[in-house]
């Protein structure tokens, strides 16, 4: 049978709602990986370089904008961040669904550059909980707490233009709607072209 493409998965949630809890747990199955964003923004603390961005200087970035690399990039808190074409396409065809974790903006042109993407938006349980939650992690100061927070409650505004929904209040619920999710996604006609031929076969 020939081996199906996996598929692009968009994945935002504003900071401070476990995504990055979330995205732990679902790269436990080998069907899964996520594309390394690059940004212009510092390393936080015990962040490496390639495996949780590809740090890099503004005037790189914007040479790689001038040399067409990103499938989308966007402007978020004063720094930028995008996708790498050289991340996705290639995890695409060996059969992995290949996650892209980014902000609203990224999201929005990513559906219309790939319609075919699957977009999820994890919402946090309240913006206060939120809150509560950025100040917990005690990364950023006040101040950038406040700009992120507000950020975020933009952000899930334009939550109803994605294809899902899914609160991250318990992580466990989170993580089996979000397969409850692809599960679903899997049998829509529209990938299932394999499927219906095999059943087909020898007809
Ligand atoms: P953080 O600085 O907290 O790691 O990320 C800030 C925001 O940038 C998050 O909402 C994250 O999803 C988003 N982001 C990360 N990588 C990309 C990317 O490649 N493109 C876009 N558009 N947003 C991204």
């Known amino acids: 049978m020939r081996m199906s493409k996996g598929r692009l998965i968009v ?39 390639g495996v949780n961005y590809y740090f890099m200087s503004k005037g790189d970035f914007l040479q790689r904008v001038a040399d067409s690399e ?10 930028y961040y995008g996708t790498l074409m050289s991340e996705v396409d290639g995890k695409l065809n060996e059969g992995k669904n290949v996650i892209l974790e980014i902000e609203v903006q990224g999201a929005l042109k990513i ?5 075919d993407a699957l977009m999820i938006f994890i919402l946090p349980p309240s913006v206060s909980e939120l809150r509560r939650r950025l100040k917990k992690r005690g990364t950023e100061t006040d101040e950038v707490i406040e700009q992120r927070v507000s950020q975020a409650a933009r952000e ?25 999710v ?8 529209q990938f299932s072209e394999n499927t219906i031929n095999e059943v087909l076969k020898n007809a």
């Open 11 to 49: 994945f935002s949630a504003p900071s401070g709602c476990g995504k990055g809890t979330m995205l732990a747990e679902i790269l436990k199955d080998e069907n899964y990986c996520v594309s390394v964003s690059a940004t212009t923004r510092s390393p936080r603390e015990g962040e490496v370089d």
């Open 70 to 79: 990103f499938l989308e990039y966007a402007e978020y808190c004063d720094n």
């Open 111 to 115: 559906r219309e550059k790939r319609p």
């Open 156 to 180: 899930i505004e334009v939550a109803s233009k994605y294809d899902y929904a899914i609160v991250n209040d318990a992580l466990e619920d989170a993580i089996s709607d979000f397969f409850a």
């Open 182 to 189: 692809m599960r679903a996604e899997k049998l829509k006609t």
